[in-house]
């Protein structure tokens, strides 16, 4: 009874230590409120055996359970310091992850071989990675009139891919002439679309490589029909995955053409002019309903290397000189799988650009240190500038692997964004090596630490106000200025000799660390 | 050092009820009149600085006497030496609190 009448007068201070309880975290919260509902109960039991009325009991113990409030607040408040201080332990420990030289090149380096390692991950990465001669058996190129490789316009007469149809068989497997047009398709059901499309030599599929995921062109030798081969985009697009569509009839104009295959494109093949997306589908006709295209007709002509002389040739690019009675024709020649160098090209552009734009964004100076290296080896300036060096060695290698890594996952889903990538990567790049190397000791590259303001702004015309780093090893101290001036315009070492020695902590000054 | 430690007077005077025997939260609130928002934070940073040690009763004993265990403090080797001190520091801590009553823990 007695104890049912103290839960029944408790009750609802119980319930207010419950929710009070809410602040804290899980860990702490059923200890606490079990020490907190004993002491109510022996709180009540002895408020109540002092003879007071019901309402000074209960005003009593909301006293009592108030100071709960100012209990689970301290305890919250030690937590988060706590967790605070784990934080900025934290946070001393990264800063100290690249403190010594060695390990912020190790750093870069692993960065470099994380993103190596993916990009041999990603097939056309991995693809474009590997020199020309190792990519298959055979190489393909694009043949274009020389000069005009770049320019995304057809540029061979179909009179000229038909001199070396016949004359050329020792250099290429397979030849193919083809040109891109938007043409509207009409299919069976009354539907129709416009589709981009490549239309061809029947030996374009075999110099393209088309992976056909339903279908065949086999048929194509006796059929009198073109064969349209639908790209996996288009079929999923335009007909829904409709597997009916393989074999039906289709209409483009006046032109009767069967629906032959549904292909995807390998992503080592690349198309004439590097803007163009690839297309809707490919339209290969028969050599009867070539032999009526105008002779004068542009397109684009690819081909297939023979193996024996693809391991002669020169590089990606080379070029093909065709004797005319009316003088030597000039065509240049450029692998179709030229990924690799167009990365490489594109690259070192965005690289080039951010070096110039770099003094519009911050100093390039690193500092005054004429007095750094007296009494030292004369292979410490060395070791600086070759430090500075493999730093931007191993920057540009790590932006160029993430650059190629976005450049063909990006390409793969008709992105291409990744170019736009390096530019400001490169940039952000640069800055930080700049500042990282004006932070470091230039005897032994450590990072300073220890940043101490010195003097006062108001008195910047009268004395000199900035920033003292120290190194932890005792070589010296770094004055950066607060606001550069004619007589103190850029960060100036102050060398300090052996005598300091004793000051410093052989191993470094420990971090401080006050919970 | 913990026995340097430099405490405010109201720590001084809890420390000072608990070595009395007023083991007890509610104990010491009652014997030094300080309110439970400042007695049991107090505790509470006392305990955090290894000047007090707190343990729980047995359950046996509580539920012998059908009531709930309660937490009881204890002082530490350095809050006696924090304590005696402070008693130094603050004389009049050791006139204010009345002889110890008996409580079994």
Known sequence: MTRALHS????????????????????????????WQAELWHAERSLGSKGL????????????????????????????????????????????????????????????????????????????????????????????????????????????????????RNLFAAIAFYRAEQKRVHFAAHRSADLSLLIGTGSLSEVIPLALERGSLAAQATDTRAALVL?????????????????????????????????????????????????????????????????????????????????????????????????????????????????????????????????????????????????????????????????????????????????????????????????????????????????????????????ARVGQPSRVFLAWNGTEMMCADGHGLLHVPELPTSWFSTQRWLSLDSSWNGLFHPTGLAPSVNP | MPGDARLSHTAALILRAISAGYVYGFGVMEVTGLPSGTVYPAMRRLERDGLIRSHWEQEALATAEQRPARKYYKLTRAGNTTLTASLKRYPLIEKMLPAPEVEHA
């Open chain 1, 231 to 451: 790209s996996d985009a288009a079929w999923r697009r335009y007909f829904r995955r409709d597997p009916q569509i393989v074999g039906s009839e289709a209409r483009i104009g006046e032109q009767r053409v069967r629906i032959a295959a549904i292909a995807s494109l390998q992503p080592s093949s690349g198309q004439p002019g590097q803007t163009m997306p690839p297309p809707d589908a490919w339209l290969l006709e028969t050599d009867a309903q070539i032999e009526q295209w105008p002779r004068s007709t542009h397109g684009f002509v690819v081909a297939t290397v023979r193996p024996a002389v693809a391991a002669s040739l020169p590089a990606e690019r080379w070029h093909m000189t065709v004797p005319q009675p009316t003088g030597d024709e000039e065509f240049e020649c450029v692998t179709v799988a030229d990924h690799f160098l167009r990365t490489i090209v594109v690259f070192l552009f965005t690289a080039i650009l951010a070096l110039l734009a770099l003094p519009a964004t911050t100093s390039l100076r690193l500092g005054e240190y004429g007095s750094a290296y007296a009494g030292h080896h004369s292979g410490k300036r060395m070791r600086r500038w070759l430090f500075l060096g493999a730093k931007f060695s191993l920057a540009l290698a790590l932006i160029f692997f993430i650059t190629l890594d976005l450049d063909c996952l990006l390409t793969r889903m008709h992105g291409g964004a990744a170019g736009l990538f390096s530019f400001p990567a490169c940039l952000a790049a640069f800055r930080w090596i700049l500042r990282d190397q004006r932070q470091r000791c230039p005897v032994c590259l450590r990072l300073l630490r220890n940043p």
């Open chain 1, 8 to 35: 029944v007068r408790t009750l609802p201070w119980r319930a207010f230590l419950r929710c009070i309880a809410l602040l804290l975290e899980r860990s702490f919260r059923a200890e606490w409120i079990r020490e």
């Open chain 1, 53 to 168: 009325s019901l309402f000074e009991v209960q005003a009593e113990l909301a006293r009592f359970t108030r100071g709960a409030l100012c209990d689970a607040a301290l305890i919250r408040w030690q937590v988060f310091r706590s967790h605070a201080f784990r934080l900025n332990a934290d946070s001393e420990r990264h800063a100290t992850a690249l403190a010594s030289p060695a390990a912020c090149l190790g750093w870069l380096l692993l960065g470099c071989l994380a993103f190596a390692s993916v990009a041999v991950l990603v097939p056309g990465a991995r693809q474009a990675l590997l020199p020309a001669r190792n990519r298959g058996a055979q190489a393909t190129v694009r043949i274009s009139r020389d000069g005009l490789a770049g320019s995304g316009s057809p540029t061979i007469r179909l009179d000229q891919y038909r001199q070396w149809q016949a004359q050329a």
